[in-house]
């Protein structure tokens, strides 16, 4: 943690759905109550803004990969590739 209770930055890539949407959570807590300076607010707020874009980046690969279960003329579920198109 930094002087002002700001954790490290660690890169999006390394940080999952759920631990995305955490720091998110901690960070819009702490700017609504007014813990910092204005220039820290600005850099939490642009952290925040790419915590935003990491979950929704996920929340649309998580959602494509659901789209592609199938359910066949005769009621089975089946699976499709993300990308195949190729008729069921």
Known sequence: M???GVTEERPLTESSFEEAMGELESLVRRLEEGRFPL?????????GTALRK???A????????VE???INAEGNVTMKPFGDSGDV
């Open 2 to 4: 930094t002087k002002d």
């Open 68 to 70: 592609q279960i199938m």
């Open 54 to 56: 990491h979950c929704e």
């Open 39 to 47: 220039e820290e607010a600005i850099q939490v707020y642009e952290r």
């Open 58 to 65: 996920k929340l649309k690969a998580a959602h494509m990969k």
